[in-house]
DNA sequence: TCTGGGGTCCTAGGACCC
DNA sequence: TCTGGGGTCCTAGGACCC
């Protein structure tokens, strides 16, 4: 039977930020976004007023207005994310990433070294506490869907370990929202059926979960109701895409400003593949209306590529498929796929590529602004707006 | 002045190849 | 003048997660 911990920090960004500014601690506090924002963190003195993680700036503000909000630093989460993973990885070779504050960690084989799978949770809890002074929550279970869910159970700052004995009785009475997969869409067609609690969808013959949710999923949902999940925990291996994206501060119609806008999200996804040395085929320009409704469309090139200048090429070619009329652009998005290795890849030069072309400058430019910062070189086009 | 930005995975149809 | 079936790639859309 494997033994699998789900580590999850307690509202990450909030924590990070209060490292900085001890002073706010136990004050209702939330990370989020100015303008058209939502909230990405809440502290639990802000949970208290009703705020949540995704819920609008503006709704937040009108539900405590006393609380303080932050502007989020990515960087800083990114700084403390690595010194996390660092203790994760020295404890055991399987960790599964799931997000910058989230992994599972394969505890099967470190009874011997470390001691008891409970003992090496709260070791965990207490380097991440003393290194990188931030809490997380615990979950230990024979199944990643169940360590999940009890390091949800165990939140803030604490362990549950659910024995395999204990696997049904502590699944059965939560509800099928808990279950993770289970989203709006999913929940409302179990609703539609009566189901409300695990044990209810435990109890519902499979077919009947088939023909509402398809084989497959219906299937897996079943089984993952008696706690039967073959998943594994795997050693995370590297991204699958890249992408950025961008909402204007207000919905525009000036094509020209759409251009502009997707060259700059395109500059910051080809910047970050140099960065992580990888080139990529597909590229998928994604629009989002002013009501909400969004669309995409994707081409795939030749060769692989990590340059500005092709990406957004790709970009405004795809701009251009779409044939808009008067669109009320809220957001822009850039994002490839198929991404290889940059070492590996074939290297296909254009006949007419000149020799000293936008990869030597694109090539300085990663340069000077790895040594000084983001803001010291940029495109002509993107310095004139904005 | 509701509703961000980073992703993953699945499905499904059509093209194309053998 | 008969039309199978498997495999892979490409594209679009949708659900979901943090």
Same mark, same amino acid.
């Given at each position: 039977?494997?033994?699998?911990?789900?580590?999850?920090?307690?509202?990450?960004?909030?924590?990070?930020?209060?490292?900085?500014?001890?002073?706010?601690?136990?004050?209702?506090?939330?990370?989020?976004?100015?303008?058209?924002?939502?909230?990405?963190?809440?502290?639990?003195?802000?949970?208290?007023?009703?705020?949540?993680?995704?819920?609008?700036?503006?709704?937040?503000?009108?539900?405590?207005?006393?609380?303080?909000?932050?502007?989020?630093?990515?960087?800083?989460?990114?700084?403390?994310?690595?010194?996390?993973?660092?203790?994760?990885?020295?404890?055991?070779?399987?960790?599964?990433?799931?997000?910058?504050?989230?992994?599972?960690?394969?505890?099967?084989?470190?009874?011997?070294?470390?001691?008891? $799978?409970?003992?090496?949770?709260?070791?965990?809890?207490?380097?991440?506490?003393?290194?990188?002074?931030?809490?997380?929550?615990?979950?230990?279970?024979?199944?990643?869907?169940?360590?999940?869910?009890?390091?949800?159970?165990?939140?803030?700052?604490?362990?549950?370990?659910?024995?395999?004995?204990?696997?049904?009785?502590?699944?059965?009475?939560?509800?099928?929202?808990?279950?993770?997969?289970?989203? $709006?869409?999913?929940?409302?067609?179990?609703?539609?059926?009566?189901?409300?609690?695990?044990?209810?969808?435990?109890? &519902?013959?499979?077919? &009947?979960?088939?023909?509402?949710?398809?084989?497959?999923?219906?299937?897996?949902?079943?089984?993952?109701?008696?706690?039967?999940?073959?998943?594994?925990?795997?050693?995370?291996?590297?991204?699958?895409?890249?992408?950025?994206?961008?909402?204007?501060?207000?919905? &525009?119609?000036?094509?020209?400003?759409?251009?502009?806008?997707?060259?700059?999200?395109?500059?910051? =996804?080809?910047?970050?593949?140099?960065?992580?040395?990888?080139?990529?085929?597909?590229?998928?320009?994604?629009?989002?209306?002013?009501?909400?409704? &969004?669309?995409?469309?994707?081409?795939?090139?030749?060769?692989?590529?990590?340059?500005?200048?092709?990406?957004?090429?790709?970009?405004?070619?795809?701009?251009?498929?779409?044939?808009?009329?008067?669109?009320?652009?809220?957001?822009?998005?850039?994002?490839?796929?198929?991404?290889?290795?940059?070492?590996?890849?074939?290297?296909?030069?254009?006949?007419?590529?000149?020799?000293?072309?936008?990869?030597?400058?694109?090539?300085?430019?990663?340069? =000077?602004?790895?040594?000084?910062?983001?803001?010291?070189?940029?495109?002509?086009?993107?310095?004139?707006?904005?």
């Amino acid at each position: 039977m494997p033994v699998i911990a789900h580590v999850d920090m307690d509202a990450f960004y909030v924590e990070v930020a209060l490292r900085e500014r001890p002073e706010l601690r136990g004050r209702p506090v939330w990370v989020g976004g100015a303008t058209r924002g939502v909230v990405l963190s809440a502290s639990y003195e802000a949970r208290a007023y009703g705020v949540e993680g995704g819920m609008s700036s503006t709704r937040a503000r009108r539900l405590c207005p006393d609380a303080v909000a932050i502007r989020p630093d990515y960087d800083a989460y990114e700084a403390v994310s690595e010194g996390v993973f660092a203790i994760f990885s020295s404890i055991t070779p399987t960790v599964e990433k799931v997000s910058l504050d989230e992994a599972f960690l394969d505890l099967t084989g470190t009874r011997r070294l470390l001691g008891e $799978p409970a003992e090496v949770g709260e070791l965990i809890r207490a380097l991440v506490a003393d290194e990188q002074h931030v809490p997380c929550s615990v979950g230990i279970a024979p199944t990643k869907l169940i360590a999940k869910m009890a390091s949800n159970a165990a939140k803030p700052n604490g362990l549950v370990q659910v024995h395999p004995g204990e696997v049904v009785a502590f699944l059965h009475p939560q509800a099928v929202e808990k279950i993770w997969g289970v989203g $709006p869409a999913t929940a409302g067609a179990l609703h539609k059926l009566g189901l409300h609690t695990i044990g209810a969808v435990a109890h &519902t013959p499979k077919s &009947t979960l088939q023909r509402a949710l398809g084989a497959r999923a219906g299937g897996e949902l079943w089984e993952l109701a008696w706690g039967i999940d073959g998943r594994r925990v795997t050693a995370t291996a590297g991204e699958r895409s890249v992408g950025n994206q961008e909402t204007f501060d207000r919905d &525009t119609d000036d094509l020209d400003h759409i251009a502009t806008e997707i060259l700059r999200v395109s500059a910051r =996804v080809a910047s970050r593949m140099r960065r992580a040395r990888v080139v990529g085929r597909t590229v998928t320009l994604t629009l989002r209306f002013a009501d909400f409704r &969004t669309t995409q469309k994707s081409l795939t090139l030749r060769a692989p590529t990590d340059g500005t200048a092709a990406i957004h090429a790709a970009a405004l070619q795809l701009l251009t498929a779409f044939r808009l009329e008067r669109p009320r652009i809220r957001r822009v998005g850039v994002r490839v796929e198929g991404l290889l290795d940059a070492d590996l890849a074939p290297r296909q030069p254009a006949l007419d590529e000149p020799e000293h072309g936008w990869p030597d400058a694109e090539r300085a430019a990663d340069a =000077v602004i790895a040594r000084f910062g983001p803001h010291a070189v940029s495109r002509a086009t993107l310095t004139r707006q904005r």
